[in-house]
């Protein structure tokens, strides 16, 4: 066994805060008390108290993002990359990227837990599973030289995020001063489907599909005047309706990879038929 001699202080610092936003979410998540056996005993109040915790434990999550994606910048920037900082890095994101969603998933749920409890349950450490395999699989096979520019498989954070998005968005349709009609119905279906959602992210989590690393392909290195200003309209029309916005956008990036990838093989088949035809 070789000992760890030194360790980049502030890196490590940035992967640990990753560590505790994921903590506290599991924390705040935890506020929420299981539905009463009788669904209609539960208030709008408290429905709406039980989806403000549901929302802060979200953003708690995307506030992990950020300490993820500030942890490898600064330790590249000031060279001190290392095999701890990568394995740390792992372990934090497991707990915030696959335990806190799979928490969150049954929480914010109510619904389907009172009807599925046992199949709630099972899905969300399903999804914890997946999310340790693909983090595994990508310490794995990471090279030193990796460009960096597309993931195999979805990202933990993005499915992360798929699934905090939600919380958000029922924090929007359970507030009493709504003015959206359907509010409950939505409420009730999104409640529905959301579990077979996270299934969906744990599978496309371990599987080959690629997709984009958005931070590196969007931020980095330089661009038109007109992809900033393009770019800076998308964030602040997010932040305006983020309640639905972000959803939206999270969605949006899940589904991107099977569906680009679909297109791709089907353009490719296309292309093979017509070069045997000629």
């Known amino acids: 066994m070789r000992p760890i001699r030194t360790v980049s202080v502030f890196p490590t610092l940035l992967t640990l805060g990753n560590l505790v936003c994921g903590f506290f979410a599991i924390v705040v998540a935890a506020r929420v008390d299981r539905p009463p056996e009788d669904l209609s005993l539960l208030t709008a109040a408290q429905a709406f108290a039980d989806a403000t915790d549901l929302m802060l434990a979200a953003w708690l999550i995307f506030l992990a993002m950020v300490f993820d994606g500030l942890d490898g910048y600064v330790a590249r920037l000031s060279r001190s990359a290392s095999d701890f900082g990568a394995q740390l890095d792992s372990l934090c994101d497991l707990v915030t990227f696959g335990v806190a969603p799979g928490f969150l998933l049954v929480k914010m749920c109510p619904e389907f837990t009172h009807l599925h409890s046992r199949a709630v349950w099972v899905i969300a450490a399903a999804y914890a599973a997946c999310a340790a395999l693909r983090l595994a699989r990508f310490n794995v096979e990471l090279a030193d030289d990796d460009e960096h520019l597309e993931f195999k498989g979805l990202p933990s954070p993005a499915a992360a995020a798929a699934i905090a998005s939600f919380a958000i968005l029922f924090h929007t ?57 393009a770019v800076l309209f998308a964030l602040v029309a997010v932040m305006i309706v983020r309640g639905y916005a972000i959803p939206i956008v999270c969605c949006g990036f899940v589904l991107y990879g099977p569906i680009h990838y679909l297109w791709e093989r089907a353009v490719a088949h296309r292309r093979r038929e017509e070069e045997a035809l000629f």
């Open 173 to 229: 349709l359970r507030n009493p001063a709504t003015t959206f009609e359907y509010a409950s119905r939505v409420d009730s279906l999104l409640q529905t489907a959301l579990p077979f959602f996270g299934v969906l992210l744990a599978l496309l989590m371990v599987s080959r599909i690629p997709y984009p690393h958005v931070v590196n392909q969007v931020f980095r290195g330089q661009r038109s005047f007109g992809h900033v200003v």
